[in-house]
């Protein structure tokens, strides 16, 4: 079976989620990843479909003109000062067919994070979801070692372990580390590849310059060769490819990139 792509929200951000699931249709992607809880960011449409029905309705009915599948909704982070309850969002994203929910930790707290990341696995198993954690460089949870530690505190069968392959490169992490540990411990895979150099903060590259799969430093073959095989959803921010390409046509390259990566390297 040939092997299906998510378009993640961060890869074209700003755009709506009807036009995401339209543009990921028309470049040949499987899935959609949208982001259905919204960060408060400047700019990005403030998406929260528990509140507004009429927004539910036409993604539901996107989704089914254009043939597309939800994979995964975001982003529920770990934080004292932010909400602890998401059975709201978890049942709109799971009504449209999402089946995971990306999170993520931004506290220095342990005892609160396994405690909060305990409770909201237990919402999202209420309506089927597995939740994947990931370890961004830019959190307060950086490493592979840190997020499997916290995933055994917290013991919830349905926490997986999300592979975002900067963070992945940027740790370290190698493909004999993977094969080491049970494969059960992974879910969701992003992918995306680092940029061979860079100049200044990881944070700029991490939020708008990651580059296509193949053209980077990361060892995506090898990485990927010793995960399990899961979905993968592609994150690819790059603001100067976007301003070049425009959202469609970027979502399009990173794709095509993608999928020759993969029939290359016999993934």
């Given at each position: ?9 961060l ?36 998406v ?9 309705e ?9 043939g597309?599948?939800m ?7 770990i ?17 449209l067919?999402?089946t995971q ?18 409770a ?6 209420q309506?089927?979801?597995t ?15 840190d997020?499997m ?9 349905n926490?997986?372990i ?5 963070y ?6 190698t493909?004999?580390?993977i ?9 969701l ?18 939020r ?11 060892d995506?073959?090898?990485i ?10 592609i ?29 290359k390297?016999?993934?």
């Open positions: 079976m040939a092997k299906q792509f998510s378009l993640a929200y890869t074209i951000p700003g755009v709506d989620p009807v036009e995401q699931i339209k543009i990921a249709r028309d470049a040949g992607y499987d899935y959609v990843s949208l982001r259905t809880i919204p960060m408060g960011q400047p700019g990005e449409p403030q929260c479909l528990e509140r507004d029905p009429e927004l539910t036409k993604i539901r009915r996107t989704l089914q003109d254009t597309m599948k994979l995964d909704i975001e982003l529920v982070r934080r004292e000062d932010l909400p602890g309850d998401y059975r709201g969002a978890f049942e709109k994203g799971a009504e067919g999402a929910v990306l999170s993520s930790i931004w506290t220095k707290d342990r005892s609160f994070a396994v405690d909060r990341c305990g909201i696995c237990e919402q999202a198993a309506f089927g979801l939740m994947n954690l990931e370890f961004p460089v830019v959190s307060s949870v950086t490493t592979l070692a997020t530690a916290i995933q055994d505190q917290v013991g919830a069968p926490l997986k999300l592979m975002d392959m900067i992945v490169h940027l740790d370290k992490v493909p004999e580390m094969k080491a540990q049970d494969p059960e411990r992974f879910g895979i992003h992918l995306c590849d680092w940029p061979k150099e860079t100049e200044g903060e990881l944070v700029k590259y991490v708008e310059g990651r580059a296509y799969c193949g053209e980077g430093a990361a995506l073959a090898g990927l060769k010793a995960l399990p095989d899961r979905p993968c959803s994150e690819l921010p790059n603001t100067a490819e976007i301003a070049r390409r425009g959202a469609a046509g970027h979502a399009a390259r990173c794709l095509e990139c993608a999928k020759d990566y993969f029939a390297h016999g993934l």
